[in-house]
């Protein structure tokens, strides 16, 4: 029998298609094929850019053939059925088998509803671009039905919005709905005055234990200012969803809140194929997750690499953010190759550049190497050039720097006690060519027009 030499990634997210464009562009000398059920890459951080109509589809949600073309990657749309680490082989639902020689998982999280009565049901999660769009249909729906309705409390039913939880997604939900719906409910002749944005949140605060908790005190200011200011129930606990309703547990009591439209935010678990794998607990975290060392090499399976959502570092602690599963990707492109060459593997390198955090329309906290941080409009224009830089789209021909910020300038350059020059700079940095200038062009006038306000 012949040996098979593939590699076979299954999972599209910024893990998966990360290290299949860096095997590409290291001129990897084996076959590779790409396995997801969706048609299109999400870029998950400007989902809510994609949701507004900030950003266009083929920005947020390109498609794996556009990204993939001349890559020499092979795209496979199809859901993957099991997966046999003994056998070296994924099964796809339509029937077809590929073996490998190495195999990458880049399969993420999938929402979780944490056992609370009704919400898979009733609640509307916000996770990828079907959600998006299922979102924004029930929207207007409830906002077209709602300028017809008389009845007061029908009305206010109709026009209340419950986001359940508080940290990073539950905040630049509630944020982007606060500054949204207003526009859309007034376009239809509508009050915008009567539109409610509630925040429910388990804990006392909002973004604890949360990889941005160092912004929020920003987050809460900003919040507060937006169109129409965002409703926070904190130390609530959702305990049933209904179709018209979010029933709560505070201080002890029970309580009920009228809303015709619940999005859930909150709570993750392992993706089924994950939990389904070959692989004792021993060699799992306590989240259920695959250890991995810090090669990204599954424990038992050294053939095999994960890295994003699904993976977790031996004796590491990594945030589930889309910057440190990029950088994985990276990592496991540059140990794919060196395992093939026979040369020597190298543990991931992670670096956590920052925190970007959208607060609404054109409004964003960001923290930079947790030196400075910025808010407002310029945190805004931080955030949309970083994130365009890093679209792994045809128009920036997947430069090879898919970096969360030049490290390297960013070293030669970073000095805390001048943060007006750094700013500028890091505008420079992050966003790239015409995006780039814009953004120091409108942040040289914003810290000019400080600091005249100053003196």
């Not at 409610?196 to 919040?223: C, M, Y």
């Not at 140990?335 to 670096?351: F, H, M, P, Q």
């Not at 941080?373 to 997947?398: C, D, M, S």
């Amino acid at each position: 029998m012949n040996p098979i030499y593939q590699t076979v990634i299954v999972g599209g997210g910024f893990t998966g298609l990360f290290t299949a464009l860096h095997l590409s562009h290291q001129h990897y000398p084996r076959s590779v094929i790409l396995i997801d059920r969706e048609e299109r890459f999400c870029f998950k951080p400007l989902l809510y850019e994609y949701f507004s109509g900030e950003m266009d589809a083929n920005q947020v949600v390109p498609r794996f053939q556009d990204l993939l073309k001349g890559s020499g990657v092979i795209f496979v749309q199809d859901t993957v059925e099991s997966i046999d680490l003994h056998q070296k082989q994924v099964k796809l639902t339509s029937g077809t088998c590929y073996d490998y020689s190495n195999l990458v998982l880049g399969l993420g999280s999938v929402t979780s509803y944490l056992h609370v009565e009704g919400a898979k049901n009733y609640a509307l999660p916000f996770w990828t671009t079907e959600d998006a769009i299922a979102i924004e249909r029930h929207l207007h729906e409830c906002l077209q039905q709602a300028v017809k309705i008389e009845d007061a409390e029908q009305r206010r039913k109709l026009l209340t919005v419950a986001v359940v939880g508080g940290g990073a997604s539950g905040v630049e939900m509630a944020a982007t709905l606060a500054d949204l719906l207003p526009h859309w409910y007034a376009a239809l002749g509508g009050n915008s005055q009567e539109i409610r944005v509630v925040l429910l949140n388990h804990g006392q605060q909002i973004l604890n234990h949360d990889i941005n908790s160092h912004l929020r005190e920003i987050a809460e200011v900003e919040l507060k200012k937006r169109t129409l200011p965002i409703e926070m129930l904190l130390g609530a606990e959702a305990t049933a969803i209904q179709t018209n309703s979010v029933e709560y547990k505070r201080d002890g009591k029970l309580e009920t809140l009228a809303a015709a439209t619940t999005i859930w935010t909150t709570g993750t678990s392992v993706h089924p194929l994950i939990k389904d794998l070959a692989v004792s607990n021993e060699h799992r975290d306590k989240h259920g997750r695959l250890l991995v060392t810090p090669t990204l090499q599954l424990l038992d399976f050294p053939e095999v690499f994960a890295g994003g959502d699904c993976a977790a570092v031996q004796n590491s602690s990594l945030p589930a953010t889309a910057q440190v599963a990029y950088q994985q990707g990276a990592a496991i492109a540059y140990n794919l190759k060196a395992r093939a060459l026979g040369n020597e593997l190298k543990a991931a390198r992670v670096n956590l550049r920052g925190t970007l955090l959208k607060l609404g329309l054109d409004d964003a906290a960001a923290s930079i190497y947790n030196v400075f941080e910025v808010k407002g409009e310029a945190a805004h224009l931080i955030r949309q050039g970083t994130y365009l830089e890093l679209l792994p789209t045809p128009i920036h021909n997947f430069k090879a720097t898919t970096e969360w910020l030049n490290e390297e300038i960013f070293h030669d350059h970073m000095d805390p006690n001048n943060v007006g020059k750094t700013v500028v700079r890091t505008a420079e940095i992050v966003g790239a060519g015409v995006v780039g200038v814009l953004v120091a062009r409108k942040l040289l006038k914003m810290l000019g027009d400080d600091k005249s306000d100053k003196s």
